[in-house]
């Protein structure tokens, strides 16, 4: 998926619906099986973990700074997990 698409996603993700940012959280949900898609930064220290999880993903093409900055963020945000999309369509993509 295209950073500049990824992004439009995001920013209506985070306004309408509802997310998680951290590993931490994102365990918490897929084990809670809240989770509907995790997003995780390429440099995301957790990234083999997560590849190994039962729930949509997309890796994101860049770094945890900038996927922060994506999420609007003033720091790094190695995973974002989606409990509800609100008004994107990005669940639909990625299926």
């Excluded at 995790?38 to 700074?65: H, L, Q, T």
Aim: proline letters at 4%; hydrophobic letters at 40%.
């Amino acid at each position: 998926m295209e950073k500049d698409v990824l992004a439009k996603e995001l920013k209506k993700i985070i306004s309408s619906g509802k997310v998680y940012f951290g590993v931490k959280q994102a365990k918490k949900a897929v084990k809670k099986n809240e989770a509907k898609l995790v997003i995780y930064a390429n440099n995301c220290p957790e990234k083999r973990e997560i590849e190994k999880w039962d729930v949509p993903k997309i890796e994101f093409p860049g770094d945890g700074i900038e996927l922060g900055a994506y999420c609007g963020k003033p720091f790094g945000v190695s995973v974002v997990t989606v409990i509800d999309e609100g008004e994107s369509s990005i669940l639909k993509m990625v299926k």
